[in-house]
């Protein structure tokens, strides 16, 4: 998926030996870079072929480095391309100027070739990665908006074949419930050993939701709609969703749009289950201090079926075996949960809802045990 894409630098400075050297030494290292001696001549190459990192001096006649600097980080079209400010070391007011106008780093006269080999090749690597996401997004965007389409006139057909039974509500509400089984199907297809963890999850939610004292149509409503919760991994490849090991961080930014991708496939549905499983599908991971994804919503901010949805999803994945860790036993799980282990904290659970949890972790036992497989 990831396309080589070739990397170019280019090079500013007044001083025709300092071009030289740095174009010596990058090109010892396979590097592509263009030179321009001043500032007017840079803002004009970069114009016309905007390069993936710039060594900018700072002292050049005409523009100096601070103004060609802020012209490029005013511009949304060349603002992303980092800047590396060519300083000396002692010039504290110059960093310190240059940080505030946008540049990424300094690199000190006289040039350090490791130095100068670090800085471009995480520049360029932060570079190429921000170019892999925004490809990544867009190609996702325009995949979940065809499956979408797809989803809705599947739904749209199966409303016409049930227009005569539309007087009964319960026919209306048995094609939904059927549409449903099919979405979780679909959720449960790339990863079998999930499935009861699925059928599970609409069990702990309307205990959870019914001991809470809240309506019937929700505890109903979050039986059926929490087991979508995940819909959105079927756009994550398999080989991040069946690693065995730990995610990099990459690795793990994909991941987390899962969350948003089943947002998109369950929304603007006219059916009250599918509207719920979109919030939950979209905020399930969401956190009470504000430290979750995708929105870093906050408290109530987070809808009450996705806080809820939370901590039945950590429980029963924490007592499952997953492709990356074993299965853990119920006292240890709720020692996680009621204490923290430093990815889980009490604080990233809507403090009610943890009470509750506190005084019935027992139920959640029981039912974990019920529907094991
Ligand atoms: P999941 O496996 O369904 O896990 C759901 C949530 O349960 C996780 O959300 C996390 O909050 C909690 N959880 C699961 N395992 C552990 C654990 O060992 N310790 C603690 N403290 N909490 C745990 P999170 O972190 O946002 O991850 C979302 C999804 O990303 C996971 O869903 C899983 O599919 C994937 N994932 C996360 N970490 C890894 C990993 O290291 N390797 C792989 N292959 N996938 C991972
Ligand atoms: C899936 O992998 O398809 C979803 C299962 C889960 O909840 O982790
Ligand atoms: C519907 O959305 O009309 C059917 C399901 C429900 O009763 O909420
Ligand atoms: C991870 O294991 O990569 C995720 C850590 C987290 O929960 O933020
Ligand atoms: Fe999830
Ligand atoms: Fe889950």
């Not at 059916?271 to 719920?276: A, E, K, T």
Request: contains cysteine.
């Amino acid at each position: 998926m990831r396309e080589e894409k070739i990397q170019k630098i280019l090079i500013v400075d007044d001083e025709p030996k300092n071009l030289k050297l740095l174009g010596v030494f990058l090109k010892s290292y396979g590097h592509v870079y263009e030179t321009a001696k001043d500032g007017f001549e840079a803002l004009e190459k970069i114009k016309e072929s905007p390069p993936d990192l710039i060594f900018l001096d700072i002292m050049m006649p005409g523009i100096d480095g601070f103004e060609v600097c802020e012209k490029l980080k005013k511009n949304p079209e060349t603002s992303p391309i980092p800047i590396v400010l060519l300083t000396s070391l002692a010039d504290k007011e110059s960093r310190n100027r240059g940080l505030q106008l946008g540049a990424s780093d300094f690199l000190s006269k006289p040039f350090d070739k490791t130095e100068l080999m670090v800085k471009a090749k995480n520049l360029l690597r932060i570079r190429e990665y921000e170019g892999f996401l925004k490809e990544h997004n867009k190609l996702l965007s325009e995949e979940v908006a065809k499956r979408t389409s797809d989803l809705r006139s599947a739904l749209r057909g199966r409303e016409e074949a049930y227009q005569q039974l539309r007087e009964s509500k319960d026919h209306l509400k048995e094609s939904y419930i059927d549409c449903i089984r099919r979405l979780t199907f679909v959720s449960e297809y790339k990863d079998q050993e999930t499935a009861s963890h699925i059928g599970r999850i609409g069990y702990y939610c309307s205990f959870i939701t019914k001991e809470l004292g809240m309506s019937v149509e929700v505890s109903e409503g979050i039986l059926y709609a929490s087991p979508m919760h995940d819909i959105g991994k079927v756009s994550i490849p398999s080989e991040i969703l069946l690693k065995t090991g730990k995610l990099t961080f990459e690795e793990f930014a994909l991941m987390k749009t899962h969350t948003t991708a089943g947002g998109e496939i369950l929304k603007d549905s006219v059916s009250s289950f599918l509207q719920m499983a979109e919030k939950i599908a979209l905020s399930h991971h969401e956190r009470w201090d504000g430290k979750g994804y995708p929105k870093g919503l906050k408290g109530e901010e987070i809808p009450i079926e996705a806080r809820i949805m939370n901590i039945a999803d950590q429980y029963d994945a924490l007592r499952s075996s997953r492709p990356y860790k074993p299965a853990f036993d119920h006292a240890k799980v709720c020692k996680i949960i009621l204490e923290g282990d430093g990815r889980t904290m009490p604080q990233h659970f809507d403090p009610r809802i943890l009470e509750f949890f506190r005084a019935n972790h027992e139920k959640l036992e029981q039912i974990f045990e019920k529907y094991k497989d």
